[in-house]
């Protein structure tokens, strides 16, 4: 059978065991959630620079006088935080990916995400080159406007028939429709627009190359030199706006792109973020489920504590019991009574009462051990008393006339009376010592439970 205090050792190092396990379990929790957040925080927040990304492509793409500076800070922002969480950042708080599943989604992130960056640069390149086009329009389009005018004005002139004025005056209004649907082509990138440009274009060049190979027309100097003007403008003119639409077309396929990719990055990056999601709940439940099985462990051997300090305080109701019954064990009936009355107000304090009996006891014993001693000094004297009589009676007897039978019956009788004598000292002087052995033993326990207390 175990010892009390082992087993109150054994329970008490397993529950602190337990206690502390719970406690790093907790703050181990609280920390990978405080990590698991502030992942999931970037993780989620790269979805949403995705569309911050495209729509700063997208209100870029209308406000020619706007400087990149919202976007490529979103651009740098997505790319350092991509490569935190392909790589973590302890300074940022962003471990590594803990599973394989989720470095392979940021792989196809990050694949994707050099396929947009691509497309983003694309974007910036054509974007400038369209925003330089477009910052000459107004003035190419008046220019060709006021030599297509000068024509008109030289017809009327040159009194030329109403049907060389009429086409004129058409051409005149082809130079405002050309950037009528130019201009509504770049703002909404409509193929209507496209289709009634070209045919206002083809319509305006046809009519422009028909003036010039008119013998009625190029036999007038003035009319001839103004339509020459005209078309070296026209050539000019017709080289830039079509390299504008280019430059355009290029753009809006760029955006298309841009647009189809930023859907698949965002889902990319979505399951990303479902997956960091996953993991976190995966591991929350996991350290969950370890707390409840150490509380519940705990609770066992709480709940065996309970019965061991049952145990030991059954124990210790009867060691007072017997210590109290040592303590009254040498007192009379009207002793035992008064010694009862004398401390039930030390009853809660079941050790020190113990001590107290224990100490009466040991009075008791020390007054029983003077009591032994008194009695082996009274002996002692008594043997020497009975030697000096018997002495005394042996010179009375060799005095009186006895017959040898008588002498030897009072010898034997004397002998025998000093053999009591000294059985008898023997006897006190052994429980005298085994009395002090007892007195030294009982101070010991006195005293530990005097210290304990």
Do not use: C
Not at 342 to 349: R, T
């Amino acid at each position: 059978m175990h010892k009390i205090t082992s087993q109150i050792k054994l329970i008490g190092g397993i529950l602190s065991l337990i206690i502390a396990s719970i406690v790093l379990i907790t703050v181990y929790v609280n920390h990978t959630s405080k990590q698991d957040s502030v992942v999931i925080n970037v993780a989620g927040k790269q979805r949403m620079l995705t569309q911050k990304i495209t729509k700063e492509v997208f209100w870029l793409q209308h406000h020619t006088l706007a400087q990149y500076s919202a976007l490529d800070a979103s651009i740098n922002e997505f790319k350092r935080s991509l490569n935190d969480l392909q790589n973590g950042n302890e300074t940022r708080g962003i471990y590594a990916p803990p599973k394989e599943f989720i470095t392979e989604q940021l792989r196809q992130v990050n694949a994707l995400w050099l396929t947009f960056e691509g497309y983003l640069n694309e974007f910036k390149i054509f974007l400038n080159e369209t925003t330089k086009l477009k910052s000459i329009l107004p003035k190419d389009s008046e220019l060709i406007l006021k030599i297509s005018d000068d024509v008109v004005k030289e017809m009327v002139k040159e009194n030329l028939a109403g049907k060389f004025i009429d086409d004129a005056g058409r051409q005149r209004m082809l130079t405002q429709k050309i950037a009528f649907h130019l201009s509504q082509y770049l703002i909404t990138g409509e193929s209507n627009h496209i289709t009634n440009f070209f045919h206002t274009y083809s319509l305006y060049k046809s009519t422009l190359e028909r003036f010039l190979n008119t013998k009625e027309l190029t036999q007038l100097a003035s009319l001839h030199a103004v339509l020459k003007e005209n078309q070296q403008i026209w050539h000019k003119y017709a080289s830039y706006i079509i390299d504008l639409m280019d430059q355009q077309r290029n753009l809006n396929q760029t955006l298309i792109r841009i647009k189809d990719i930023n859907v698949v990055t965002l889902d990319a990056m979505d399951s990303a973020v479902n997956a960091y999601s996953a993991y976190s709940a995966q591991q929350r439940q996991r350290l969950q489920y370890f707390q409840y099985i150490a509380s519940f462990i705990a609770l066992l051997f709480m709940l065996y504590s309970a019965k061991l300090i049952r145990n030991i305080e059954d124990n210790f109701a009867d060691f007072l019991r017997h210590s109290e019954a040592m303590a009254v064990s040498l007192e009379d009936e009207n002793s035992k009574a008064s010694y009862k009355k004398v401390y039930p107000s030390m009853e809660n304090d079941e050790l020190t009462l113990a001590s107290m009996h224990m100490s009466h006891f040991v009075d008791k014993i020390n007054t029983v051990i003077e009591h032994a001693q008194q009695a082996i000094n009274e002996s002692e004297n008594a043997a020497r008393e009975l030697a000096s009589v018997s002495d005394e009676i042996d010179d009375k007897l060799e005095a009186l006339e006895l017959d040898e039978a008588s002498k030897k019956d009072i010898d034997k009788t004397i002998d025998t009376s000093e053999d009591i004598v000294i059985q008898t000292l023997e006897e006190l002087s052994s429980t005298s010592h085994l009395l002090n052995q007892l007195q030294k033993n009982l101070n010991s326990v006195v005293e530990k439970t005097q210290n304990k207390d």
